[in-house]
T-cell receptor, first 118, second 109 residues
């Protein structure tokens, strides 16, 4: 498909386990974003990649969260030792250009991964 | 601060009514975007405003960027049940993208 895809669509895990979430951006999009959305809330920015580099990782909630991107394509968000407070929908988006340009480029979002930590 | 405050937070109206959603910041930004998110899906871009005082129309939706580029509004005329969703304003920051707190709109038939 031509859109952003994420897997898995749903993930239920036990407290303390590690989880890995995957995002496949639109081909050719250099910028990739991860967001967290708790139930009934807005979007919380986590991290942004320009190519394979993340200029600022301060948006990640704790050191249990990490993300990487390879080949200027797929990205994975890893949450170690999951806690119940990590339960949320994790959304990925991609765009042609990076933030900070005068006119921000359109972000195309994937359907999200719904994470439930029991 | 780079925060974007939206108001109201929740809005429930009858079909056919008009409404306005606001997005405010204490800092100037070069451009601002409005997205709509429907349940179970990711947000979808509605519009980008760039110039202070700019007004853009998208069918029954009118978007305005404040003259000082610190605020924006979204006005919906004759709301329909299909307008139901979460409306988000957003802007670029340094190495990040910032979304507003969101306005959850429900239009009742």
């Amino acid at each position: 498909g031509a859109g952003v895809s994420q897997s898995p669509s749903n993930k239920v895990t036990e407290k303390g386990k590690d989880v890995e979430l995957r995002c496949d951006p639109i081909s050719g999009h250099t910028a990739l974003y991860w967001y967290r959305q708790r139930l009934g809330q807005g979007l919380e920015f986590l991290i942004y990649f320009q190519g394979n580099s993340a200029p600022d990782k301060s948006g990640l909630p704790s050191d249990r969260f990490s993300a990487e991107r390879t080949g200027e394509s797929v990205s994975t968000l890893t949450i170690q030792r999951t806690q119940q407070e990590d339960s949320a929908v994790y959304l990925c988006a991609s765009s042609l250009t990076s933030p900070g340009t005068r006119s921000a480029d359109t972000q195309y979002f994937g359907p999200g991964t719904r994470l439930t930590v029991l | 601060t780079q925060l974007l405050e939206q108001s109201p937070q929740f809005l429930s109206i009858q079909e056919g009514e008009n409404l306005t959603v606001y997005c405010n910041s204490s800092s100037v930004f070069s451009s601002l975007q409005w997205y709509r998110q429907e349940p179970g899906e990711g947000p979808v871009l509605l519009v980008t405003v760039v110039t202070g005082g700019e007004v853009k129309k998208l069918k029954r939706l009118t978007f305005q960027f404040g003259d000082a580029r610190k605020d924006s509004s979204l006005h919906i005329t004759a709301a329909q049940p299909g307008d139901t969703g979460l409306y988000l304003c957003g802007r670029s920051g340094t190495y990040k993208y910032i979304f507003g707190t969101g306005t959850r709109l429900k239009v009742l038939a």
